[in-house]
């Protein structure tokens, strides 16, 4: 990558681990030709050059042993020898082999793919194992990744703004245009084909004017080009759309999903766009949510919404993907029988076997807007007949916007977890959203970007891990929060035992320190409006946004039980519901999402609501600065510069924190009038 | 004016009351050339067609009697024969005499000016007369303004923007250009001649980096062109500046007012202002407040600061208004040792007398920010050594953003009328701001802006009485409210009795509702951050503008006292001091203001706090209510036109009112716990 910005993971940092086995890296055997197989091999090449310091020769036949070899299983070199059948069977289209073996006393590798993409991500696996100094003596590799949909969603705009963006501004677009360099956008493509993404949407889901267009012939040759660098890492390029394009570009009336001439506008518009782009995914549609257009204008329901454009990208093998996040955003505050939570649910599960097959809907994880806690959304696993793909966001809007260190791994791995009970026990998210439970078409699992034009990518140097730790959930759901940590720490700043442990207990204690000194026990919302950063407790609490907390002098929460409350808890499969709808049984860090309790209310960890609330405060504030004392024990180990962007995060960060935890107590001692027990200062 | 927006007051409209007098609006005789003097034969000429439909002659000499003579005090054919020496040395050089004298058995009117500036206010004056179908047949004016400076300040943006508009986008500026079409323009300052305004600041006070350049070669013709056009309505032009121009457009390394090369360089820019602009006003300056720079940078004083511009303005009569706008913004809301309210006061007090004679302190009426109520800023009559300028808002920044109704000229006439016991009782603000009681070389009144290119001009109807109102007050503080309503409601909607009646009291009531219906008792602030619209109690609480409210579960209030709070009585004269100091003077209206009581507290009025607030809630509803059935009485007796607009606002008002009352009842409802006692709904 450039010297204007990071690399991240892909430093191939000098390596001195394989110096018994040097000469496998002289020689790499290439048996393809493809775009994507030539940047497997570019890749490689790089990889060994940079951290070896020896540069390959590329053949396209072994003349000696020591070599790493690069083809596909198709290939008669490799073809039966390697896999037993049953195996074989197993690995879809970006599926891989790879196997060492030893022949006249020299290691060589074989790297197989099932096909191009298959070679590409093995060689990138095999380039994570040789970052972090594993053994490759005896290395016998069957993989593939669980989840066929992983996804990037980018909220750029052509302005080159960035909906929720806290990494500077977009690589893609800038004053309404295309960015004319484009290797910024290929060394993205290369790290985001090193964690196994293999699907980007590149504007916004809030499709202004000028991004309207991007669908058409005004944008489309740049929509190519850029399509193209993703195209040869394996990536398929989708665009947000506008569902009143009709109207606003295509001169029409009506967007209505029925009308005909609707119909024909956007099957012309599709094939233009496959015109440009053969093997173009298909549209991310944000309709009838916070003021985008949608079928409802025309009294139609979203199945007629997706459907149509389903129709027209069918020929193409194009899908949509349409997302799950309708509300009403024009609530009263004052009217307790409406449920912002309930919303999603009672939308879609309705309409579920009405969407065609290459439609899936596009769910957040939670059922309000991801925040720091909440509880899983209830539509996952209640459609079985209509594809499932979940959305997380790997940016921080609500999670300290890449000021403060937030791995949000832990809570995504959470939410993987949860077990929906669709089919009984043991439906957890990740079965839902991998195809398995109902037998999905295509289903997956997205995330809102984190990355802009700033250095380091992420704003937040530590922030390059979550990026890092979505792409390798969304292929491997199986990993643990401490195996990718491990990963991404080694590769990003080597393996140095201290680095490692520290930095690991600095990333997977992060959420819950977040957690602890902002919105408690799951309520959320306490954040200033419009740019959600800060601390604001009443600030969504009379606002149309359906975001409440209810706190009063006595006590705080939101009644979402069927017994007394709004009834969202129903929306859950009985045992689930069961255990929303108890006290007794309701988790406490989600206990004020589901009931109204008085500040004296004790939970289960024996602390009342309100000491709860002042201790996690206090303790979230030492916690936020323990995370910089691990960081400052690291001086000297880390290159000056990263260092030091990281020491200035942490500093901000324990200030930020102070602010949460002063404004969060002072509010609720001004409301409950009852002291900290422990004597601590609360400002009055 | 255009068709394309209002006449607003000018409108002329057809007039009967004249018709035995018909012969003397036959007749114009000019005794004057100038710009202005020919712009007020031309605004009589107009009126003149307009409401009578004879199109005058215009002649330098009259032949017989029944005619409107214009000229001037030393014109032969008045000097001496009016006035008593007496009045006339009490007339300064705007001021004017009308006289009416039967010739021949033909009414003749006298209209002259001390000079032209004087025939152009008379002018008016006699239009207004007119309008207002006012017995003229009597007529003995002796009349001057009281106000010597009676300024506009614009807070526009050279693209387009005004900060804190509510009335659509800037008349001067467009995409960081002058808006070529000048016609507006002239019609604006039409309107504000016919109130006697005298200065306009035509750029915002935060300047940024286009306005930066108004001063430079780049934008000075445009200027020149708008001072031209305000020139022949006897409006003199300034301009805001920013304190750092030396170094962003000088390419000097400082800004220090101590520097020479900086004094050089101010006095070389003032030089070439003056080249294009000879009568230019000066300067308008936000130094060192709200993130601009100032001499504070350089560790300079205010006094410093501003004297280095004065003298660089001095040699072509121009002068400086240094706004004492000036706080700590970064305040942390945890120290409750910083007030806000005393920032003013302890900036400039000690530099009383340190300023040269051609500085004038701008002062806001009270001491935080234009709230709907808070006291009399205590720096005026502090500084008796130091020129001082009264800053009122026109625009309802905080008062409703010209979607409510609340006219103004009450609030203005208690700040002018407060007395500051200054030099003893009867040492009122409006002795002060004109200049009698310390004997100023330079003072009077400046309102912020509410006009924008919206057809109507102020978005809001009725809020064009506001500025009416401005203009009048600024002229002549001793009018009552009720006057001035009076005034522009005749002009503007004609003399049925039933439009006056039911006008007069919307306006005259309406300070007081939407008081009601907000922030209570004086403590204010209780609006959304940023925009200011729309309530939100704790909205600006932990923020760092130092603008609390402390409310908790038992009381609210701020305490200001000497006995226990942060002692900003202390800066008032010890009459106002005591006043305040004590619970038992201290007026209801500024209670939370000055003091921190419990919800229990009663109130002079009876009332305890907590059932004051739910009862002017309630009641500010109801009174919102009220206004619009006035307003549908008036159905058919006002053009539909107009009628629909204002209908629109008052709707929305009573909308917008009750989300006020129930946010503001329920806030302190849950905080409280204190029923209403009429059991009236409140929101839990």
Redesign the interface.
């Known amino acids: 990558m450039s010297e204007l910005y990071e690399r991240c993971w892909l430093r191939y940092d000098k390596n001195e681990a394989y110096q018994e086995n040097e000469s496998l890296f002289a020689t790499i055997v290439i048996k393809g030709a493809s775009p994507v197989f030539r940047a497997a091999a570019v890749e490689l090449e790089i990889g060994i050059t940079s951290m070896f310091g020896i540069r390959p020769q590329i053949v396209p036949h072994a003349e000696q042993s020591g070599f790493i070899w690069l083809g596909t299983l198709e290939d008669e070199e490799v073809n039966g020898s390697f896999l037993r059948k049953k195996e074989e069977e197993l690995i879809r289209s970006e599926g891989y082999v790879i196997r060492s073996l030893v022949k006249n006393g020299r290691l060589c590798v074989y790297i197989a793919g099932k096909t191009d993409k298959g070679v590409l991500y093995a060689v990138f696996h095999f380039l994570r194992l040789l970052q972090m100094k594993e053994n490759i003596e005896r290395l016998s590799i069957v993989e593939h990744p669980k989840n066929e949909l992983r996804m990037i969603n980018h909220w750029d705009n052509m302005d080159g703004s960035i909906e929720r963006g806290y990494a500077g501004r977009s690589i893609f677009f800038e004053s309404g245009q295309f960015i004319k360099k484009r290797q910024r956008m290929k060394d993205y493509a290369r790290l985001l084909a090193s964690v196994g993404i293999n699907a980007v949407s590149i504007n916004n889901v809030n499709v202004h004017e000028t991004e309207t267009k991007l669908i058409t012939e005004k944008f489309l040759p740049d929509v190519a080009e850029v399509a193209g660098i993703f195209r040869a890492y394996g990536i398929k390029t989708f665009l947000s759309i506008n569902y009143a394009s009709p109207i606003e570009i295509g001169g029409l009336s009506t967007a209505d999903p029925l009308d005909p001439s609707v119909q024909q506008w956007w099957k012309k518009t599709v094939a233009q766009i496959y015109s440009y782009i053969p093997d173009f995914g298909g549209f991310v549609v944000k309709a009838d949510s916070e003021f985008r257009p949608g079928p409802f204008t025309y009294g139609r329901n979203h199945a007629d919404g997706a459907n149509m454009l389903a129709e027209a990208l069918e020929p193409f093998g194009g899908i949509v993907i349409w997302r799950c996040f309708v509300y009403n955003c024009q609530q009263d505050?004052?009217d307790r029988t409406i449920d912002r939570a309930k919303a999603a649910y009672d939308h879609f599960k309705p309409l579920n076997g009405q969407f065609h097959s290459n439609v899936i809907l596009q769910i957040k994880n939670g059922p309000m807007d991801f925040q720091v806690r909440e509880p899983v959304s209830p539509l996952f696993g209640a459609m079985p007949k209509t594809n499932q793909l979940l959305e997380v966001q790997i940016t921080q809007e609500y999670t300290g916007q890449q000021k403060h260190l937030c791995f949000l791994v832990p809570q995504w791995k959470e939410v993987l977890e949860f077990d929906t009970y669709a089919k009984g026990k043991g439906s957890e998210v990740k079965k839902v959203i991998d195809g398995s439970l109902f037998g999905y078409l295509y289903s997956g699992m997205t995330g809102v970007s984190n990355i802009g034009d700033d250095p380091n990518w992420t704003g937040h140097t530590l922030a390059q891990a979550n990026l890092y730790g979505f792409g390798r959930l969304a292929w491997a759901p199986d990993l643990s929060a401490e195996e990718i940590a491990k990963e991404w720490i080694v590769q990003t700043f080597g393996d140095d035992p201290q680095v490692v442990e520290q930095i690991s207990r600095m990333l997977l204690d992060s959420w819950r320190i977040y957690e602890n000194y902002t919105a408690p026990l799951g309520v959320g919302w306490m954040v200033?409006?419009?740019h959600h950063y800060g601390?604001?407790?009443?600030?969504y609490e009379?606002s149309h946004w359906g975001t409440y907390h209810y706190?009063?002098?006595?006590g705080i929460g939101v009644d979402r039980t069927i017994a007394t409350g709004t009834g969202y808890t129903a929306q859950y499969f009985p045992e689930n519901a069961a255990m929303y709808e108890s006290l007794d049984t309701c988790p406490d860090e989600l206990l004020l999402f589901f009931h109204h309790v008085p500040y004296t209310y004790h939970l289960k960890s024996g602390e009342t609501v309100i000491q709860h609330i002042y201790n996690s405060h206090f303790d979230g504030v030492e916690q936020a600065k323990q995370l910089k004392k691990r960081w400052e024990q690291l001086k000297g180990k880390i290159d000056e510069k990263r260092y030091m962007d990281v020491l200035e995060r942490l500093t901000i960060q324990i200030e930020h924190a102070k602010?949460w935890r002063?404004?969060i107590n002072?509010?609720f001692?001004?409301?409950?009038?009852i002291d900290d027990q422990y004597g601590r200062t609360i400002?009055?």
């Open positions: 505050w004052r200033n409006p419009g601390p604001n407790v009443d600030g009379y706190a009063d002098r006595d602010e002063d404004v002072t509010y001692y001004r409301k409950s009038g400002y009055k």
